[in-house]
């Protein structure tokens, strides 16, 4: 069993609603992470906390807006999607390993979104 | 920026013989090059990681090398079993001097089938 746990496992939303993804981990970890994984593809990366700061961006359309309440929760809000949003969304976080050195991710089992 | 090749797309063995999927990766920066497999509707999971202090990795079944020189990697997996089906990422990463939350750049995948 996965030690990072995401809620819903599956989700389907029409384009005006508002809606959240949520992940949480306690192997106290400081770096937490969202992916985005479309079928038969390799998972992109969407954004990266470290420390609860948002370190990473990588130039995701603010209808995707993340959370990091503290350290070992991590929130993906969801607004005014649009159909080609639809995807396995991933969690994953990581230990601290040190200047220049990453450490394992650790993926949850991901929220099959749907947008309709 | 990174870019990572993986091949080949689709693997089809017969129980019992070996298996390879082969990366390469294009920046010399690289250090950190983690395997994951993908079972259907679970998220990736790391199998084995290699970094470029160390040319070999054994896990069991498991053995990944890497050619810093020519800058790729590979996965070999002996006496393959039918639970081995699945998909396959390698992935490249290096720190990137400011935290320990490295980017991991992952290959397209490769679908494993190990047939009875």
């Known amino acids: 069993d996965t030690e990072v746990t995401q809620t819903p496992k599956h989700l389907v939303m029409g384009m005006t609603n508002k809606k959240s993804l949520k992940c949480e981990q306690h192997?106290?970890?400081?770096?937490m992470y969202w992916y985005k994984q479309k079928a038969k593809k390799p998972p992109e990366l969407m954004f990266v906390?470290?420390?609860?700061?948002?370190?990473i961006n990588e130039s995701v359309p603010s209808r995707f807006s993340p959370e990091c309440p503290n350290s070992s929760l991590l929130n993906l809000h969801l607004h005014a999607l649009q159909p080609e949003d639809s995807a396995l969304y991933l969690c994953?976080?990581?230990?601290?390993?040190?200047?220049?050195?990453?450490?394992?991710?650790?993926f949850g089992e991901g929220s099959r979104l749907t947008v309709l | 920026g990174e870019n990572v090749e993986q091949h080949p797309s689709t693997l089809s063995v017969q129980e019992g013989d070996s298996a390879v999927i082969k990366c390469t990766y294009s920046?010399?920066?690289?250090?950190?090059f983690p395997w994951y497999k993908q079972e259907l509707g679970k998220g990736p999971q790391l199998i084995i990681d290699i970094r470029s202090n160390v040319g070999e990795k054994k896990d069991q079944r498991i053995a990944v090398t890497l050619n810093k020189t020519a800058k790729h990697f590979s996965l070999h997996i002996t006496e393959t079993q039918p639970e081995d089906s699945a998909v396959y990422f390698c992935?490249?990463?290096?720190?990137?001097?400011?935290?320990?939350?490295?980017?991991?750049?992952f290959g397209q995948g490769t679908t494993l089938q190990v047939k009875p």
């Open positions: 994953a976080s990581s230990q601290d390993r040190g200047y220049y050195r990453v450490g394992e991710l650790f």
């Open positions: 992935a490249a990463s290096k720190g990137d001097g400011s935290s320990n939350t490295g980017k991991l750049i």
């Open positions: 192997m106290g970890h400081r770096a």
């Open positions: 906390y470290s420390y609860e700061k948002l370190s």
């Open positions: 920046d010399s920066a690289s250090n950190y």
